[in-house]
Each structure stands twice: as structure tokens, then as C-alpha cells.
């Protein structure tokens, strides 16, 4: 893509097709999160589980919705082509990719996954890991 001439377009399809794939795998993952939750809910009922878990698989469904919105619009801007409505306004950019990471950013800087587990889940992988 970055000589230009007749391998341009093929280069641009090759990474749309990529970006597709990686959507298609993302929506794959989500739909996980959201299986596992459910399970772990009724999980929960039965067995004490540790930590603040429901806080952590909250901030990955958030932060997944987040990063989806940003991949649609990848798909998007890569369709258009170089000289498309998204591509040359960056007003989307700095809103629909820019923004999305950054507050996927914050979220986790809210709730590291490091710090939402109690110190007796933190020894107790530390002595499986070890």
C-alpha cells in the first residue's frame, strides 16, 4: 500500500479482510464474556468465589464494547478508501478510535485487574505460579 500502483488496492483488501476477521473473532470473544458471566452468576449461588470479580468481567464487557465500536469503525474507514468521508475528517478518528482506546485506558486504570482481587487470591496464585 505504501508504494502505490496496482498493489495498493490489493493491499488495502488484504487489511480489510483482515479487519473483518479480527471482528468476527472479536464478536466470538464477546459472546464468551457474556456466556461466562452468566455461568459464573449462577456459579455464585453454589461456591464463595473470591475477589470482586463481577467489578472485572463489568470493565471487560465495557471495555470490549468500547474496542468494538472502534473496530466497526476500522471496517468502515477501510472501505471508503484513502480518499473516503471518514478517512478525510479526522474529527471521526479522534472520537471513534482515539477516544474508545483511551477510555478503555482509564477503565482499567480504575480497576486494574491486579488490585480487584483480596490479598488471599493474590497468595494463593502466587503459590500456583511459583
Not at 26 to 50: D, G, N, P, S
Not at 87 to 109: P, R
Amino acid at each position: 500500500m505504501a508504494q502505490g500502483g496496482e498493489n495498493a488496492q490489493t493491499g488495502s483488501e488484504i487489511v480489510l479482510i483482515g479487519l473483518i476477521i479480527q471482528l468476527v473473532f472479536f464478536f466470538f470473544f464477546i459472546f464468551l464474556t457474556v456466556l461466562f458471566h452468566v455461568r459464573a452468576q449462577k456459579l455464585e449461588k453454589t461456591a464463595q468465589l473470591k475477589g470482586n470479580w463481577k467489578m472485572l468481567l463489568k470493565i471487560l464487557e465495557a471495555s470490549s464494547v468500547l474496542i468494538l465500536i472502534r473496530s466497526v469503525y476500522r471496517v468502515v474507514e477501510y472501505s471508503q478508501g484513502f480518499d473516503g468521508y471518514l478517512i478525510t475528517h479526522e474529527v471521526y478518528q479522534y472520537s471513534l478510535d482515539a477516544l474508545m482506546m483511551l477510555l478503555v485506558q482509564l477503565l482499567y486504570n480504575f480497576a486494574h485487574p491486579g488490585k480487584v482481587f483480596d490479598a488471599e487470591t493474590q497468595q494463593l496464585e502466587k503459590s500456583i505460579f511459583t
